[in-house]
């Protein structure tokens, strides 16, 4: 046994080996044969059931050699991978995030370099479904993203949507902004006629119980029944690995910070549910539901426009400083998005600083999560109207600071800026009375 | 048949009237005989269960006479109730809301003046469980609730605590902030040996489905049943009638802007459930949790102490501005809670900015609700923690917010600071690994 720390990994390569590391949440263990790696930092395992794992050498806590045998090695190189030219083509852009990558991406400039042949290694029931092609957009954190990327985002996918090749295309993504993006495509996509479905993983690969392979497989089996195009977001449905949701771009968030099914549908039901057919992934089902049904067969796709970065999402607390409104309008910000309570609330004294700032639009939207602005309800809700709030009944706030953002980039006249924001263009807000 | 707006009070006054109105969400009807009313602009009725409510009259769209006799027209002025003095004396402790008020509280002025008799003409059953006594605060709308409130509140409930009179004290407040103040009066009342419980209501009274009297109903129950003291929240714990959860004062946070369920407990189980029998309300069972087990039994209250309102709650969002730091450095905030993204993450160009205000005291939650920050995974966390951010696990970025309010009202010390806020007072950080 040697601890964490001592030996390097060249004693290793082509042993078999226990590894206990820690992880998110807790220690784990794992049993593999060490391969080559192109940085010392991590260590990549070759598993019994084929896939390649990479476990950072800083979180592993005990290594050891078993006398164990793999049943078969593989070869240490990837191999090329032989896939079926006459299946759907389906394309793999990748945005960032630990999915769809070799290995745990805090390693640095390792995972991004993933090619379709690296992507069949890792997950060979792929090429069972599809003709998978792989496109490296970039290695992002996603909480380093911003709407230039979206921008530059839409603009590449567009250009593959415009090659008519693909029955539809996945964009891997970290989770934990996948849910703004996922909005702001759905607006600058929209018109897509194919599935465009962004997928995150959970859990690093590093980890047995990845989520990755699932929510991957999950969106490439949407993609294959689907007749109707669209932005989503596909990832676990629950604590089950067999069960993958897809939900709309405008209605997905991210409600926990890392449990496999964090992403939940808000407001509006799922569109599809996948169900894994665990030994034979090719009979796997999907079950569609009515949001699906909603979805427009036949649209028209435009070129996606420019977003405008001047909107601002702001939380209201008890007893915040209604000041921060004066310092928006110095700082140029034209859309402010108030995360009101209840139904669409501020305290009194913001209402004069807002009815005063003639040159921000204001929108309401709820830190509830779960439900609607009804700002005709209370005394509060009936002023803020009166002082030119506008209030966006369920739309989730971060698909409104989204919208905005693209709103902006399209007029910068408070009327049409109103209209726009209050017209769904992909199932942002409803008029569904929910109680 | 009467359309909206033709006709004055007066002529219903004793009648027995069928009423169509708008509320929240739809219209809805009611039947009852109209009873005087101190403002014209409410009717308010009493129904044959005995209750009464109020309509607001522009809300109303048909009102119509009735054939029907009530089985029982009561007296009209409403009568001294005489209440049982060997029971167990409980507190109503009024600072707003619709909960607990004859009357909607948007018309103004009404709501507020409720006495013992009052309620208890209100929701009989409550003479049949303890000795009501009823305490007005303030008529508040909970969006403007500030510290000062929460001072104020909790100098008078520790005084009525003091007292040593009561079983336990039931607030009634709005529910827009409500686990605002749940969570500041955690902190300021923490020792207490009573049950003090916040009790709203998601429907107000003119509404057949109002929920105000099971949530009183249930914080009463629990207060005749408990042993231990603490600051909890009372409301419906699902769609069923007749249960009520009761959710630690830290633990709660409104989910949903207008269900009767809408408060979650997060991160941690319930304390404890009331089922109510509903022919029996004496029968009624409270289940404890295993929360409640974890309740200190013997503790020592303290005179609770000032807050200071120089805390932030700041939510990041993708390509934010950084130069929001400065603003709040130069506006004088000691304390700044991050709602991060993920596992408490900003973006890169946070960093530099943070780290460079030695001034303020930079803490990290979670916007995903669900789960806890984990920085020590990913480059950005770590980041960060080099930086400084101080990482609050599982805490409730609103509740993160109120304990900020609640240190640096004892200390403006930078290690004390850390130290009292990452050290749980009343459960509102956890150390529990939740997947």
Chains 1, 2 share one sequence.
Request: proline share 2%; charged share 25%.
């Amino acid at each position: 046994v040697f601890k964490f720390g001592i030996g390097e990994i060249m004693n290793y390569i082509g042993k078999m080996v226990e590894i206990v590391f820690r992880n998110a949440l807790k220690e784990d263990e794992i049993k593999g044969t060490i391969l080559p790696s192109s940085t010392d930092k991590t260590y990549i395992l070759k598993l019994k059931n084929g896939y390649n794992v990479g476990i950072l050498k800083e979180n592993i806590v005990i290594i050891k050699e078993t006398q164990e045998k793999m049943e078969t090695i593989e070869t240490i190189k990837e191999k090329k991978v032989s896939q079926d030219i006459n299946k759907p083509k389906v394309l793999i852009f990748s945005v960032g995030g630990t999915i769809a990558s070799k290995i745990d991406y805090n390693t640095g400039g390792v995972s991004a370099q993933f090619s379709a042949d690296d992507l069949l290694n890792l997950i060979p029931e792929l090429k069972s479904l599809a003709n998978i092609e792989a496109y490296s957009f970039s290695n992002l954190l996603s909480e380093n993203i911003t709407s230039k990327h979206w921008e530059e985002i839409a603009k590449a996918v567009y250009k593959k949507i415009k090659d008519g090749e693909y029955k539809g295309i996945i964009i891997t993504h970290g989770t934990d902004t996948l849910h703004y993006t996922s909005g702001a495509l759905s607006f600058l996509l929209n018109g897509t006629n194919i599935p465009i479905i962004l997928v995150g993983a959970q859990r690093s690969s590093d980890r047995p119980s990845s989520d990755s392979t699932y929510n991957l497989l999950g969106a490439v089996k949407f993609i294959l029944e689907s007749k109707k195009g669209g932005v989503f977001v596909s990832l676990h449905s629950g604590n089950s690995d067999n069960e993958i949701n897809i939900i709309l771009g405008t209605r997905a968030r991210k409600m926990h910070s890392s449990k496999r099914d964090a992403f939940k549908s808000i407001n509006k039901g799922i569109v599809a549910k996948v169900i894994f057919d665990l030994r034979n992934i090719k009979n796997s089902k999907v079950e569609f539901f009515e949001a699906y049904n909603e979805l427009n067969s036949e649209q028209k796709l435009t070129e996606p426009g420019k977003l405008n970065n001047k909107v601002y999402l702001l939380k209201f607390f008890p007893g915040q400083d209604p000041q921060i409104i004066s310092y928006l309008k110095k700082e140029g910000y034209k859309i402010v998005i108030i995360e009101g309570t209840g139904l669409g609330h501020v305290a009194d004294n913001f209402i004069d600083f807002i009815r005063k700032e003639k040159d921000i639009v204001f929108f309401m939207t709820v830190q509830t999560i779960y439900g609607r602005t009804n700002m005709g309800v209370y005394s509060t809700g009936i002023k803020l109207k009166d002082a030119g709030v506008i209030e966006l009944k369920d739309m989730l706030s971060e698909v409104a600071f989204v919208k905005g953002q693209h709103v902006l980039g399209k007029t910068d006249k408070k009327a049409e800026i109103i209209d726009l924001m209050t017209k769904p263009l992909f199932f942002e807000m409803g008029n569904r009375t929910e109680e």
